[in-house]
């Protein structure tokens, strides 16, 4: 199911609560991902990284990434890691 990992993903960042952002912040974003599609993890994690390189887009802000692989057949599996990046998000994060 090819929608499948944008759709999850689309729910994870959904679900995170947009609070303004300070000089130097940490912003966490999650991805979960059909186990099938370890290509699209990699091709995620490039994108992150080039958006961390590019100061004219993040100044001060820099992207952590939450991955995870679930099993594509089965939806309750895709609803527990969204809760769970959903929770993680929240969590205050060492620097």
């Known amino acids: ?6 759709v999850v993903l689309l ?5 995170q609560e947009w609070k303004p952002l300070l000089a130097d912040s940490i912003i966490h974003i999650g991805a979960i991902f059909d186990e099938s599609a370890k290509k699209d993890d ?9 958006l961390n390189l590019n100061n004219e887009i993040l100044e001060t802000e ?5 991955v995870e692989f679930v099993d594509g057949s089965n939806p309750f599996q895709a609803v527990q890691e969204v809760a769970v990046q959903c929770i993680y998000s929240r969590m205050p994060h060492a620097v």
């Open 1 to 6: 199911m090819k929608v499948f990992p944008a």
């Open 11 to 15: 729910v994870t960042i959904w679900c």
């Open 42 to 50: 990699e091709v995620f994690r490039l994108a992150v990284a080039d």
């Open 62 to 66: 820099k992207i952590t990434v939450s």
